[in-house]
T-cell receptor
Framework: AQSVTQLGSHVSVSEGALVLLRCNYS??????LFWYVQYPNQGLQLLLK??????LVKGINGFEAEFKKSETSFHLTKPSAHMSDAAEYFC????????????FGPGTRLSVLP | EAEVAQSPRYKITEKSQAVAFWCDPI?????LYWYRQILGQGPELLVQ????????DSQLPKDRFSAERLKGVDSTLKIQPAELGDSAMYLC??????????FGQGTRLTVV
C-alpha cells in the first residue's frame, strides 16, 4: 500500500525567499505524484502532477517539483515566496493501476512573513 | 470551467441527528471519491465509486455512514446518527482516470 510523509507540519519563510516543502512516498509500483494546495475552508486545488514524463514538473503559480526515484521524494519548490502562497500544502500518491485512490500526506502549513 | 459541486457548504447538526451531503462530479468522470478531513490533517478516503459500484469502502464506518451513487452520476453521503467526532470537512472528488482528482469546495460539518 502506498503512503506519504511530509517533513515539517509548519514552514515559515520570508516574502521573496525560497520555498521548499518536503514529500517522501512509499509505493510498491511506479507512482503518480501530486501536490495540492488548500486555502481555509476550501477544497483542494491541484498545483502540479508527475505522471512518468519529465522528472522536473512545473505547475501553477511558479511552483515546481522534482521526482527522485532513488530518494523516493517529490519535494515542492518556489524560488520566491509571495504572501498569497500562505496556505496548506498536501502531497499525494496514486499507484498506476486504474481504480486506485489518492493517498494524502498530513500536510504542511506554509506561512509567509512580510 | 467544469467543477465538482457540493452542498451544503456548511452544516451544523446536533448529536444523534441524521445529516446528508450531496456531490455532483464533473460530467463524464466515472470515478467519485468521498474524503473526510479532520482539522489539521490530510484527507482520508471514506468511499470510492466506479460508476455506480463501490470500489473501496474499507474505511467507511458502516454502522453510521452510508453512501450511494445510484445512477453513476451524483452521490449522497449520509451519517446517522451523527457523533461529536464526526465534525470535519467532507470532500468530494472526481477523476476521469487515475491521473488526477478534482475536488469540490467541501462541506464543513459541525456536530454539537
Amino acid at each position: 500500500a502506498q503512503s506519504v510523509t511530509q517533513l515539517g507540519s509548519h514552514v515559515s519563510v520570508s516574502e521573496g525567499a525560497l520555498v521548499l516543502l518536503r514529500c517522501n512516498y512509499s509505493s510498491s509500483v511506479p507512482p503518480y505524484l501530486f501536490w495540492y494546495v488548500q486555502y481555509p475552508n476550501q477544497g483542494l486545488q491541484l498545483l502540479l502532477k508527475y505522471t512518468s514524463a519529465a522528472t522536473l514538473v512545473k505547475g501553477i503559480n511558479g511552483f515546481e517539483a522534482e521526482f527522485k526515484k532513488s530518494e523516493t521524494s517529490f519535494h515542492l519548490t518556489k524560488p520566491s515566496a509571495h504572501m498569497s502562497d500562505a496556505a496548506e500544502y498536501f502531497c499525494a500518491v496514486s499507484e498506476r493501476n486504474y481504480g486506485q485512490n489518492f493517498v494524502f500526506g498530513p500536510g504542511t502549513r506554509l506561512s509567509v512573513l512580510p | 470551467e467544469a467543477e465538482v459541486a457540493q452542498s451544503p457548504r456548511y452544516k451544523i447538526t446536533e448529536k444523534s441527528q441524521a445529516v446528508a451531503f450531496w456531490c455532483d462530479p464533473i460530467s463524464g468522470h466515472a470515478t467519485l471519491y468521498w474524503y473526510r478531513q479532520i482539522l489539521g490533517q490530510g484527507p482520508e478516503l471514506l468511499v470510492q465509486f466506479q460508476d455506480e459500484s463501490v470500489v473501496d469502502d474499507s474505511q467507511l464506518p458502516k454502522d453510521r455512514f452510508s453512501a450511494e451513487r445510484l445512477k453513476g452520476v451524483d452521490s449522497t453521503l449520509k451519517i446517522q446518527p451523527a457523533e461529536l467526532g464526526d465534525s470535519a470537512m467532507y470532500l468530494c472528488a472526481s477523476s476521469p482516470r487515475y491521473t488526477e482528482a478534482f475536488f469540490g469546495q467541501g462541506t464543513r460539518l459541525t456536530v454539537v
